[in-house]
């Protein structure tokens, strides 16, 4: 092979990193699916899933959400199974998680290839709840990555958020679409 031919590639290897070491939102694009709502409706998030600051004076009555990303699917139906209000968010874990109900929301992260969807349940068939997204997302989060760093292993898809493993909300992601982005502290 000649030191100067133009189809030597050999040496480009080396410059790039390794695909353990590319985060896992550049490995990746997600596809944007078109709006479950009709166009001339505009979908609101419920106060408590809502972290959106321009919405701040409607979510005040509501507790501040603050849920644990590596707490599993069954801290959820848990709460859900609780006939006391042992903890701030049982009264509202029924609640539909827009207004209008949406059959599924699409969740994203700036940290996660993976979009994470949570479909409308048993709970509600109006609509996706409040507990269907939180069983959603705990649910992604123990899901394990085994094309990154984990390899064979498998890493947890929770790791990829560093420390900011608390879920503080959701804001809408564009002006369109139902595409919701997770807040996480």
């Given at each position: 092979?000649?030191?100067?031919?133009?189809?030597r590639i050999?040496?480009?290897y080396?410059?790039?990193?390794?695909?353990?070491?590319?985060s896992p939102?550049?490995r990746?694009?997600?596809?944007?699916?078109?709006?479950?709502?009709h166009?001339?409706?505009?979908?609101?998030?419920?106060?408590?899933?809502?972290?959106?600051?321009?919405?701040?004076?409607?979510?005040?009555?509501?507790?501040?959400?603050s849920?644990d990303?590596?707490?599993?699917?069954?801290?959820?139906?848990?709460l859900?199974?609780?006939?006391?209000?042992?903890?701030?968010?049982?009264?509202?874990?029924?609640d539909?998680?827009?207004?209008?109900?949406?059959?599924?929301?699409?969740?994203?992260?700036?940290?996660?290839?993976?979009?994470?969807?949570?479909h409308s349940?048993?709970i509600?068939?109006?609509?996706v709840?409040?507990?269907?997204?939180?069983l959603?997302?705990?649910?992604a989060?123990?899901?394990k990555?085994?094309?990154?760093?984990?390899?064979m292993?498998?890493v947890?898809?929770?790791y990829?958020?560093?420390?900011?493993?608390?879920?503080?909300?959701?804001?809408?992601?564009?002006?369109?679409?139902?595409?919701?982005?997770?807040?996480t502290?």
């Open positions: 092979m000649a030191r100067n031919d133009p189809y050999a040496s480009t080396s410059t790039l990193p390794p695909l353990e070491l590319i939102a550049r990746g694009r997600n596809i944007p699916l078109p709006s479950q709502s166009v001339n409706i505009d979908v609101q998030l419920h106060p408590l899933l809502d972290c959106n600051p321009r919405h701040a004076s409607a979510s005040q009555e509501f507790p501040p959400l849920w990303l590596s707490w599993t699917t069954h801290a959820v139906e848990r859900l199974r609780q006939r006391e209000n042992r903890h701030v968010l049982v009264p509202y874990m029924r539909l998680a827009t207004t209008p109900g949406l059959p599924s929301m699409t969740i994203v992260h700036p940290c996660l290839a993976w979009p994470i969807t949570a349940s048993l509600d068939a109006n609509g709840t409040i507990a269907d997204v939180l959603a997302i705990c649910g989060m123990k899901e990555d085994y094309d990154g760093w984990g390899g292993r498998g947890e898809k929770l990829y958020l560093g420390r900011r493993k608390k879920l503080v909300g959701l804001m809408r992601r564009g002006p369109d679409g139902d595409i919701w982005e997770m807040w502290e």
